[in-house]
Each structure stands twice: as C-alpha cells, then as structure tokens.
C-alpha cells in the first residue's frame, strides 16, 4: 500500500535543513512518497545539494510557518501556513499522513480542524519512549499516553486509550497481544486506582491486549508495560520524572562526574536535558481519536527522528491504524 506522507518541514528548531535529508534518505531506500511542506525556494535550494529520487519527495509551497515562540491561536488563524497545509492535504485526501515537529498545541488545533474524529473519544497524544524491554519489541519502545490538556478524563476515555494504544503498539513494534496498565496518579490526585470494578473488568477480558493493573512511574523503565494510559496531570508529573531520570549520570558514577553530569553545558536544551531527546526521541506522539494518522514529533528532532516518525506513519497508514483503533474501542463496550 502506497504511503504519502505531508511532512510540515518548518516546524522544530533546527529548521528545513533536517526535514530535507530525512526526506531525501527515505526516497533512496523506502518507498514511502514524502510531501515537504514550506518556502518552496528554501526547501529547493536544500534539495539540490542532497541525493534523492525525485518520484518520491515533492514540495508543495506555503507561504508562513508556526514558530515556537508564537501563540498558536494567532498563528492557525493565518492563512495556510505550513503545518495547517499539511494538515489539510490529509483531511481533503492529497496525503495520508501529517507529519510535524511544530508547536503541540496549533498540532491539535490543525487536527480539530482538518480531521476527522473517532465518535465519542476524547482526542490525545501519545508518547514515545524508548523502553528496557527490546526482547519484546524490534523498535524497542513503549506508549505513555495521556489526555494533554484534559486534566478530568472519565475512566471510559482511559479504556479507550487503552485500546488505541495497544493498537498502535501491534501496527508499528509487531507485538500481538501488547501489556497495558494505567499508571497511578500523583500524591494528593485522583487514583487511578478508584476505577469502577466494572471498567477494570472490562479491560481484564479483552482480547487485544494483556491488562496489567495499576502501574507505577519505574515500571515503564522495567519491561512491564508496553503501554500505560493516564489523564493528563498524571503524564506531566512522570514526564518530570523521566527528564530527571534522563539527566542522571551512568549508574556507579563517582560523586563529582555525578555533579559534572548533571551541570555540564551541554546537558540542558530549552530547560530540559538533552539526555532526553536522545534517550525518548524515537520519532513522535501518535494522534490518537482521530480518523487519520499524525505524528507529532519533538520539536528538538534531528534528521533520523524525523526520518522514524515519517516511517512510523507510513506503517500506522498501511496498518490501516485508525480503523483498528476504532475497533478496538467498539470491542470494550
């Protein structure tokens, strides 16, 4: 199955230049059709100096862009910049996939506006980290999936992302019957431990995935789940975690390259660790609840992270993953 992929090449930090090779490198040994999306000029000038095939990357031109520093709302009102005409060429069928390393927040907003929802599903990320359990899966990876802005989900949204996540997990990392649990909330939240007894025995008997219960923070780190569901509280307060574990230095460090590790120059990037991108930067955050496929990439990808999350894409498009998703939520209920 054919897999055209809009990739929004002006988001992220490090501009063009990294979306352009990640293009040009998949057009020489995938048959993955990337659209780059941005100042025509700029990402042809780029493409003259790289090798590629050009029967698989095209460019289609706009004429503004969402920079980090803007306010989304503002920035999605301008006529077509390039995430939002990535976004439409998905939802009008001229692409498959969006692909983009800009701002989260215009990313939903694109998608709200161009996609298409799952009925009766609240709309969220998931993310990517590159987990302990690679014996179980060729890419390595887990799912931590919350409900970004939505800090009250009902239990009905976690079990539905439940199911998509594991969805997910079986189309890109080939594992059939994924491990799923919902990670316990902060002192003082509400528990996830507080779930109906009914929901929790839902999930107990599904058939897709194997429920583990109630998860701790360290047990995404120890091969236990291959994906964990949350609301959005919860996913911030780990993700702290998971920063904090990622500026750490190798286990038997001395105390002072302990304190060279966690205050050296070049650890910390827009006040996170840059340990971090590296370690969880597997290539993006499936949009979930939604008809058609998107990553949504860090905004710090480099060329192979953005290289993964346009293959990510394709395989969820050619795995026909919104559809299995939305089956694995109508099987719960």
Same mark, same amino acid.
């Given at each position: 199955?054919?897999?055209?992929?809009?990739?929004?090449?002006?988001?992220?930090?490090?501009?063009?230049?990294?979306?352009?090779?990640?293009?040009?490198?998949?057009?020489?040994?995938?048959?993955?059709?990337?659209?780059?999306?941005?100042?025509?000029?700029?990402?042809?000038?780029?493409?003259?100096?790289?090798?590629?095939?050009?029967?698989?990357?095209?460019?289609?031109?706009?004429?503004s862009w969402v920079s980090p520093e803007e306010?989304?709302?503002?920035?999605?009102?301008?006529?077509?910049?390039?995430?939002?005409?990535?976004?439409?060429?998905? /939802?009008? !069928?001229?692409?498959?996939?969006?692909?983009?390393?800009?701002?989260?927040?215009?990313? $939903?907003?694109?998608?709200?506006?161009?996609?298409?929802?799952?009925p009766g599903i609240v709309p969220g990320f998931?993310?990517?980290?590159?987990?302990?359990?690679?014996?179980?899966?060729?890419?390595? $990876?887990?799912?931590?999936?919350?409900? /970004?802005?939505?800090? +009250?989900?009902?239990?009905? =949204? $976690?079990?539905?992302?439940?199911?998509?996540?594991?969805?997910?997990?079986?189309?890109?990392?080939?594992?059939?019957?994924?491990?799923?649990?919902?990670?316990?909330?902060?002192?003082?939240?509400?528990?996830?431990?507080? $779930?109906?007894?009914?929901?929790?025995?839902?999930?107990?008997?599904?058939?897709?995935?194997?429920?583990? /219960?109630?998860?701790?923070?360290? =047990?995404?780190?120890?091969?236990?789940?291959?994906?964990?569901?949350?609301?959005?509280?919860?996913?911030?307060?780990?993700?702290?975690?998971?920063?904090?574990?990622?500026?750490?230095?190798?286990? /038997?460090?001395?105390?002072?390259?302990?304190?060279?590790?966690?205050?050296?120059?070049?650890?910390?990037?827009?006040?996170?660790?840059?340990?971090?991108?590296?370690?969880?930067?597997?290539?993006?955050?499936?949009?979930?609840?939604?008809?058609?496929?998107?990553? +949504?990439? +860090?905004?710090?990808?480099?060329?192979?992270?953005?290289?993964?999350?346009?293959?990510?894409?394709?395989?969820?498009?050619? !795995?026909?993953?919104?559809?299995?998703?939305?089956?694995?939520?109508?099987?719960?209920?």
């Amino acid at each position: 199955m054919r897999a055209r992929v809009a990739l929004d090449a002006m988001g992220g930090d490090f501009g063009p230049e990294a979306a352009v090779r990640a293009a040009c490198a998949l057009s020489l040994d995938t048959d993955i059709e990337t659209i780059l999306v941005g100042d025509e000029t700029d990402l042809q000038q780029l493409l003259d100096r790289e090798p590629y095939d050009p029967a698989r990357v095209t460019v289609r031109h706009a004429a503004s862009w969402v920079s980090p520093e803007e306010d989304p709302l503002r920035a999605m009102r301008r006529k077509k910049n390039s995430m939002a005409l990535a976004g439409s060429m998905v /939802g009008e !069928g001229e692409a498959d996939a969006l692909v983009t390393a800009g701002s989260r927040e215009a990313c $939903l907003l694109t998608l709200q506006k161009y996609f298409r929802r799952l009925p009766g599903i609240v709309p969220g990320f998931g993310f990517v980290f590159a987990g302990s359990h690679k014996r179980r899966s060729e890419n390595g $990876l887990a799912l931590l999936v919350d409900v /970004g802005a939505n800090d +009250h989900c009902r239990p009905r =949204d $976690l079990m539905a992302f439940a199911a998509m996540g594991a969805a997910y997990v079986r189309a890109v990392a080939s594992l059939e019957r994924p491990r799923v649990g919902i990670l316990a909330s902060p002192p003082g939240a509400k528990s996830s431990e507080s $779930l109906p007894e009914t929901l929790l025995a839902t999930l107990v008997a599904a058939e897709d995935f194997e429920f583990v /219960g109630v998860v701790e923070e360290p =047990d995404l780190f120890g091969g236990l789940v291959d994906v964990a569901v949350c609301e959005g509280r919860t996913g911030r307060s780990v993700m702290r975690g998971i920063e904090d574990r990622a500026a750490e230095a190798p286990p /038997g460090s001395d105390s002072r390259t302990r304190a060279l590790w966690r205050h050296r120059p070049w650890a910390r990037d827009d006040g996170k660790p840059r340990a971090l991108v590296e370690r969880i930067n597997y290539g993006g955050s499936p949009a979930l609840g939604f008809s058609q496929v998107c990553i +949504h990439a +860090h905004r710090q990808s480099q060329t192979p992270a953005l290289r993964n999350a346009v293959v990510q894409a394709a395989l969820l498009v050619r !795995g026909q993953f919104p559809a299995s998703a939305r089956q694995a939520v109508a099987a719960l209920r």
